[in-house]
């Protein structure tokens, strides 16, 4: 409702404008009433250009740099023996192209595993910071076989406190059952002892709803605690099995 | 005379756009999409950040807001069209009363996966003030474009962000 009056109101005055520029066009048909009218145009024409055409050159323009710069590179081993040999004026324009985009592209990737590298070593400061190895301690989940149960959410108590739900997707899932081991939780605890309480939910046998818990009781001592959460399956039960294993 | 008149045109065709574009977008857009986790209305977990690649369009919606029950078939329509071309709708309850949004989510028949959200995380993540609202996430994760409420037209505002993101 109200952005109507707004479309309609601009609308008129475009074409108020259209009528204006026509007219002066009519009066005045030199070059100069051209370029008097034309300022006006420009500034509203590229503001409502420039959104729609920055996010769509980027990508456009990219695609044409990496075909230069693979063009470039790709004449290079052949064209770089014959240039000498010619002795033209033309032909070392195109080998310091490419020997631009050689280094330019070297000096990107060497910029970005520079940002890596950073990112890992600040990775590890902020986890010796947050979690130090005499409170920390870390909880992993593991899955093998799975033949009866599906995981969907795992729930995390340490001390009868919720430190942690999540939700697994089909992917993490299968991820699981395939080898993988989540780190589902990092924290920290004081010395002592601690109990730790897992809640598993899913399908079980039979398509069935399924949930279960699993307790253990643990010493938190001056260095970091590992547990983990194992999920397996008990085949002559023909049931899953949730235990927590403690890694000293 | 022809340069003129192609300008004058432009000039007439912008000022609109302009006047619409002259509200202040969301402070969201423009910022990376937080990830969440929900469960589906068909028993499954969806994640976010698992559709990265893909343009995503995330409708916030409840029972009680009017407009939801107009935008869920327009967004069905737009889910069959641009499914097959990389776009992935999601539709995520923010009702407290699961049963009813339900019941709701079962009447509008959509054709895209429907979550629920109990929680007042996601709201305070997506910075929800009021419902519906729409936002578009890029290939990379990025907000792009939110919306809030939704009116009869505002389904061919989102197709051209649709298309322009697609074509990204």
């Given at each position: 409702?109200?952005?109507?009056?707004?479309?309609?109101?601009?609308?008129?005055?475009?074409?108020?404008?259209?009528?204006?520029?026509?007219?002066?066009?009519?009066?005045?048909?030199?070059?100069?009433?051209?370029?008097?009218?034309?300022?006006?145009?420009?500034?509203?024409?590229?503001?409502?250009?420039?959104?729609?055409?920055?996010?769509?050159?980027?990508?456009?323009?990219?695609?044409?740099?990496?075909?230069?710069?693979?063009?470039?590179?790709?004449?290079?081993?052949?064209g770089a023996?014959s240039a000498p040999a010619a002795g033209g004026d033309a032909t070392p324009a195109p080998e310091s192209?490419?020997?631009?985009?050689?280094?330019?592209?070297?000096?990107?990737?060497?910029?970005?595993?520079?940002?890596?590298?950073?990112?890992?070593?600040?990775?590890?400061?902020?986890?010796?910071?947050?979690?130090?190895?005499?409170?920390?301690?870390?909880?992993?989940?593991?899955?093998?076989?799975?033949?009866?149960?599906?995981?969907?959410?795992?729930?995390?108590?340490?001390?009868?406190?919720?430190?942690?739900?999540?939700?697994?997707?089909?992917?993490?899932?299968?991820?699981?059952?395939?080898?993988?081991?989540?780190?589902?939780?990092?924290?920290?605890?004081?010395?002592?002892?601690?109990?730790?309480?897992?809640?598993?939910?899913?399908?079980?046998?039979?398509?069935?709803?399924?949930?279960?818990?699993?307790?253990?009781?643990?010493?938190?001592?001056?260095?970091?605690?590992?547990?983990?959460?194992?999920?397996?399956?008990?085949?002559?039960?023909?049931?899953?099995?949730?235990?927590?294993?403690?890694?000293? | 005379?022809?340069?003129?008149?192609?300008?004058?045109?432009?000039?007439?065709?912008?000022?609109?756009?302009?006047?619409?574009?002259?509200?202040?977008?969301?402070?969201?857009?423009?910022?990376?999409?937080?990830?969440?986790?929900?469960?589906?209305?068909?028993?499954?977990?969806?994640?976010?950040?698992?559709?990265?690649?893909?343009?995503?369009?995330?409708?916030?919606?409840?029972?009680?807001?009017?407009?939801?029950?107009?935008?869920?078939?327009?967004?069905?329509?737009?889910?069959?069209?641009?499914?097959?071309?990389?776009?992935?709708?999601?539709?995520?309850?923010?009702?407290?009363?699961?049963?009813?949004?339900?019941?709701?989510?079962?009447?509008?028949?959509?054709?895209?996966?429907?979550?629920?959200?109990?929680?007042?995380?996601?709201?305070?993540?997506?910075?929800?003030?009021?419902?519906?609202?729409?936002?578009?996430?890029?290939?990379?994760?990025?907000?792009?474009?939110?919306?809030?409420?939704?009116?009869?037209?505002?389904?061919?505002?989102?197709?051209?962000?649709?298309?322009?993101?697609?074509?990204?």
């Open positions: 409702m109200v952005s109507r009056p707004l479309h309609v109101r601009s609308a008129a005055l475009g074409a108020v404008l259209l009528l204006a520029a026509i007219a002066a066009l009519a009066a005045e048909p030199s070059p100069a009433g051209a370029s008097a009218a034309a300022p006006p145009a420009a500034p509203a024409a590229a503001q409502a250009a420039t959104p729609a055409a920055t996010p769509g050159a980027t990508p456009g323009a990219t695609p044409a740099a990496d075909s230069a710069a693979v063009a470039g590179k790709a004449p290079t081993p052949a023996p192209g490419s020997g631009e985009f050689k280094t330019l592209d070297q000096e990107v990737q060497g910029l970005k595993k520079d940002v890596i590298d950073l990112n890992k070593d600040l990775f590890v400061l902020e986890e010796e910071l947050l979690f130090p190895a005499n409170t920390q301690v870390a909880v992993y989940v593991s899955m093998d076989v799975g033949t009866f149960f599906a995981l969907d959410s795992v729930t995390v108590k340490i001390d009868n406190k919720e430190v942690k739900n999540y939700l697994y997707t089909a992917r993490e899932a299968d991820a699981l059952l395939k080898g993988g081991v989540q780190q589902i939780y990092l924290g920290n605890l004081k010395v002592g002892k601690h109990e730790l309480v897992a809640f598993f939910t899913g399908k079980g046998p039979v398509e069935r709803n399924y949930r279960r818990g699993a307790t253990i009781n643990f010493e938190k001592g001056v260095g970091a605690k590992y547990l983990e959460l194992k999920i397996t399956d008990k085949v002559p039960k023909h049931q899953p099995e949730f235990t927590i294993k403690d890694w000293e | 005379m022809h340069r003129l008149l192609l300008a004058a045109g432009l000039l007439a065709c912008a000022l609109p756009v302009a006047g619409v574009r002259a509200a202040s977008p969301p402070p969201i857009v423009g910022k990376d999409a937080p990830d969440f986790v929900l469960k589906a209305i068909d028993g499954t977990n969806l994640r976010l950040s698992e559709f990265r690649g893909q343009v995503v369009l995330v409708n916030f919606w409840a029972r009680w807001a009017s407009d939801s029950r107009q935008e869920m078939p327009a967004l069905n329509r737009i889910n069959r069209t641009y499914e097959r071309a990389g776009l992935v709708v999601l539709g995520i309850s923010v009702d407290e009363d699961l049963r009813r949004a339900r019941e709701f989510a079962d009447a509008m028949k959509p054709t895209y996966p429907v979550m629920f959200d109990t929680g007042s995380q996601l709201g305070h993540d997506y910075q929800l003030e009021k419902m519906p609202m729409t936002i578009l996430v890029d290939r990379s994760g990025v907000i792009r474009y939110a919306h809030v409420g939704f009116k009869r037209g505002d389904d061919r505002i989102f197709l051209d962000h649709i298309r322009q993101l697609l074509r990204e």
